[in-house]
């Protein structure tokens, strides 16, 4: 499984980005999809997973930010509005098969938040 992270960029505060991330392979539409973020000098730190449809977001970004899937061309994306400087981070996209132990990390879009 390859996946390839896309839509970063600088973006002014209050702005938006959508990010997307496509995966290669056959296990998309079964695994569990995830954006995750690290910021310099920070732990990596969950932002959103989507479960089959279900969505699910780190506190920080309820209202916010939207991450969704097409199955149908294995991609998840995560729409970002009212982007915050805190928001500035390397923005990585993950893939876990359900019932494994084991997950798969997309390169890192780079996300900036500044005026």
């Known amino acids: 499984v390859q996946l390839q992270a896309s839509g970063g960029g600088l973006v002014q505060p209050g702005g938006s980005l959508r990010l997307s991330c496509a995966a290669s392979?056959?296990?998309?539409?079964?695994?569990?999809m995830g954006w995750y973020r690290q910021a310099p000098g920070k732990q990596r730190e969950l932002v959103a997973v989507i479960s089959g449809d279900s969505p699910d977001y780190a506190d920080f970004v309820k209202g916010r930010f939207t991450i969704s899937r097409d199955n149908a061309k294995n991609t998840v994306y995560l729409q970002m509005n009212s982007l915050k400087p805190e928001d500035t981070a390397v923005y990585y996209c993950n893939l876990h098969p359900v019932g494994r132990t084991y997950s798969y990390w997309g390169q890192g879009t780079l996300v900036t938040v500044s005026s």
């Open positions: 392979g056959s296990i998309f539409s079964s695994s569990v």
